[in-house]
T-cell receptor, first 114, second 112 residues
């Protein structure tokens, strides 16, 4: 069984500040991990994914995430927030690379203050 | 850039009515999914579909739900007799063997 916990349903940062969105997972098999972003009135867009290999993964729009097996975490970061980053972010886990049957976290709404 | 297309964007239906949500996956994709998100809750897996049959389904996907790929392009989700608790955003997704899932924009279903 798999599960994902995202700490903080709402996160507010100032423009230019560090963004840190937390994700912890549980999985009985080696996990494949994903971050999706949902802008208002749009679908889910893949930001980045971890499958195997390098544990620091870079994605689109300057985001990156680090897989830490010992902490069962896959936190999403961005050094400097931009107003356009305001959206809902979902962490998800799967047991294969293709994203078959994704199990999602509850989502974190990121707000960026000017 | 290819995308997953869902129609309609918003559907309002009366309780007990049948509703069909439509999706056009990316054309060369082989794996298809439906997920739903009740307002304020997690995105939940409903069903996956491959090679013209259901490959996995969740507990949510009971006898009231069915999926179909009636032709080479559409992938539909039917709810036979809608309940108030079926109100949610329904997302379709598709992928190929070694790609991540691509999601549509969703259909907001409101049951009144």
């Amino acid at each position: 069984a798999q599960s994902v916990t995202q700490l903080g349903s709402h996160v507010s940062v100032s423009e230019g500040a560090l963004v840190l969105l937390r994700c912890n997972y549980s999985s009985s098999v080696p996990p494949y991990l994903f971050w999706y972003v949902q802008y208002p009135n749009q679908g889910l867009q893949l930001l980045l994914k971890y499958t195997t290999g390098a544990t620091l993964v870079k994605g689109i729009n300057g985001f990156e995430a680090e897989f830490k097996k010992s902490e069962t975490s896959f936190h999403l970061t961005k050094p400097s927030a931009h107003m356009s980053d305001a959206a809902e972010y979902f962490c998800a886990v799967s047991h294969n690379n293709a994203g078959n049957m994704l199990t999602f976290g509850g989502g974190t709404r990121l707000m960026v203050k000017p | 850039e290819p995308e997953v297309t869902q129609t309609p964007s918003h559907q309002v239906t009366q309780m007990g009515q049948e509703v069909i949500l439509r999706c056009v996956p990316i054309s060369n994709h082989l794996y298809f999914y439906w997920y739903r998100q009740i307002l304020g809750q997690k995105v939940e897996f409903l069903v996956s579909f491959y090679n013209n049959e259901i490959s996995e389904k969740s507990e949510i996907f009971d006898d009231q739900f069915s999926v179909e790929r009636p032709d080479g392009s559409n992938f539909t989700l039917k709810i036979r007799s809608t309940k108030l608790e079926d109100s949610a955003m329904y997302f379709c997704a598709s992928h190929n063997r070694n790609t991540e899932a691509f999601f549509g924009q969703g259909t907001r279903l409101t049951v009144v």
